[in-house]
Nanobody, 125 residues
Framework: QVRLVESGGDSVQAGGSLKLSCLISGVYRGYYMGWFRQPPGKQREGVAT???????NYADSVKGRFTISRDLTKNTLYLQMNTLRPEDTAMYYC????????????????????WGQGTQVTVSS
């Protein structure tokens, strides 16, 4: 059974940094992992995805500011978020998907097979 547990969400001021973590269980090495977010009153959107080999994709809005990584020895997925902006305010979700197209998944959150419960990030101006 796949279980994803996020942590690290907080309230920060614009320009600040946060690092989100997702503890993964029940996921085998063939899974893609990703971070998605849902701003208040908006649809869920892709933030970043990563393959088992370390290939990554990022939403244009976070390129150069966010970094996705995974530590297979710790069964943990990370999202380092720098230079945060008020528009980054959202519930952030860890997600898993068995193979497929890594870039397409970023654009189609509905293809996600497993979701975490989410962690709230609030950025104030």
């Amino acid at each position: 059974q796949v279980r994803l547990v996020e942590s690290g969400g907080d309230s920060v001021q614009a320009g600040g940094s946060l690092k989100l973590s997702c503890l993964i269980s029940g996921v085998y090495r063939g899974y893609y992992m990703g971070w998605f977010r849902q701003p208040p009153g908006k649809q869920r959107e892709g933030v970043a995805t990563i393959s088992i080999g370390g290939s990554t994709n990022y939403a244009d809005s976070v390129k150069g500011r966010f970094t996705i990584s995974r530590d297979l020895t710790k069964n943990t997925l990370y999202l380092q978020m720098n230079t945060l902006r008020p528009e980054d305010t959202a519930m952030y979700y860890c997600a898993a998907k068995r193979g497929g197209d890594l870039l397409a998944w970023l654009l189609k959150p509905s293809e996600t097979q497993n979701w975490g419960q989410g962690t709230q990030v609030t950025v104030s101006s």
